[in-house]
Nanobody
Framework: QVQFVESGGGLVQPGGSLRLSCAAS????????MGWYRQAPGKQRELVAR???????NYADSVKGRFTISRDNAKNTVYLQMDTLKPEDTAVYYC?????????WGQGTQVTVSS
């Protein structure tokens, strides 16, 4: 059974940082590109960062230069380091495949950027 468990969210002031983690199970993690997605209230879920099997990252323009995605294949875990956070980054953050997207999503982790 495919499962994604996200953690690390919270309330942070503008300009602050957070590091999100996502533990995957039920998949051959090292064989897949992975992605971080977010969904803000009233908006569609969007892909904000993706990392290939080989560790090459790419980012949505809205987070480029501020977010860093990484992976640890030994731990079946993908990370998202978020720096210089803005109020518009407020959303629930999820991980899933970066190319192939599984039907099952985790509960996500809430990130709120507010003073």
């Amino acid at each position: 059974q495919v499962q994604f468990v996200e953690s690390g969210g919270g309330l942070v002031q503008p300009g602050g940082s957070l590091r999100l983690s996502c533990a995957a199970s039920g998949i051959r993690f090292s064989m897949y590109a992975m992605g971080w997605y977010r969904q803000a209230p009233g908006k569609q879920r969007e892909l904000v960062a993706r990392i290939t099997r080989g560790g090459n990252p790419n980012y949505a323009d809205s987070v480029k230069g501020r977010f860093t995605i990484s992976r640890d294949n030994a731990k079946n875990t993908v990370y998202l380091q978020m720096d210089t956070l803005k109020p518009e980054d407020t959303a629930v953050y999820y991980c899933n495949g970066g190319d192939y997207v599984w039907l099952s999503w985790g509960q996500g982790t809430q990130v709120t950027v507010s003073s």
